[in-house]
């Protein structure tokens, strides 16, 4: 079993809805969860950084993370074409940047 | 901008041959570390330097070896090429209570 697993997609969804991305992970010692958004071509870049369990918002996009269920997701509110990429989430048991864990990625393609 | 940076962005070498990707960490970080990207396998660590030091080992083959400089810089080297090498290689550098930051990686091409 791998320690974080994320549905690859490729997921489709019209300009202006809701996007909920999620990720599964079997390690609970994990604390510090992370999403990356990758678009093609470039290096992953960091949209999210939160700690233990709870919600946190920037802009259009809310990370979740339940820690009872393993589970993480990020919401993507009136999603934008802009919004195309990959995203790829990540997490770890210290902070920083050790022994860091990576979700294979979703790509998402945001219709006009 | 990310405030990493990766030279070259592209290389294109033939199997057998040698090749030296660079990178430079964001101002006042102290860790660099290599990360392999793949279209089937995603994000693979390699290797991580903290202050000129290896800290850690990740997928990294024997023919792959890197190294950080006094001035922070880092170098990945890979010898031997074969044509599974051909990959996108990633530099993120980060503090130590701060997450991960990447650049925008050096693809590699190997014919």
């Known amino acids: 079993q791998k320690e974080v697993e994320q549905d690859p997609g490729p997921l ?4 202006g809805a ?6 599964t992970y079997s390690n609970s010692a994990f604390q510090y969860f992370m999403w990356y958004r990758q678009y093609s071509r ?21 990370a979740q993370v339940d820690k009872s269920s393993k589970y993480i997701s990020l919401f993507i509110r009136d999603s934008q074409p802009s919004d195309s990429a990959t ?21 998402l393609t945001v219709i006009p | 901008d990310s405030g990493v940076t990766q030279t070259p962005k592209h290389l ?25 990207q793949s279209l ?15 800290r850690a080992k990740g997928n990294i083959l024997e023919r792959f070896s890197a190294q950080q400089f006094p001035d922070l810089h880092s170098e990945l080297n890979l010898s031997s090429l074969e044509l599974g090498d051909s990959a996108l290689y990633f530099c993120a550098s980060g503090g130590v209570n701060s997450p991960l930051h990447f650049g925008n990686g050096t ?5």
């Open chain 2, 12 to 36: 294109i070498t033939a199997t057998g041959q040698r090749v030296t990707l660079r990178c430079s960490p964001r101002s006042g970080d102290l860790s660099v570390y290599w990360y392999q």
């Open chain 1, 18 to 23: 809701i996007v909920s991305l999620n990720c």
């Open chain 1, 12 to 15: 489709s969804v019209p300009e």
């Open chain 2, 40 to 54: 089937d396998q995603g994000l693979q660590f390699l290797i991580h330097y903290y202050n000129g030091e290896e």
């Open chain 1, 42 to 62: 470039k290096g992953p870049e960091l949209l999210m950084y939160t700690y233990s369990s709870g919600n946190k918002e920037d802009g259009r996009f809310t």
């Open chain 2, 107 to 111: 693809r590699l091409t190997v014919t």
């Open chain 1, 87 to 107: 995203y790829l989430c990540a997490m770890s048991v210290v902070t920083g940047a050790n022994n860091l864990f990576f979700g294979t990625g979703t790509r």
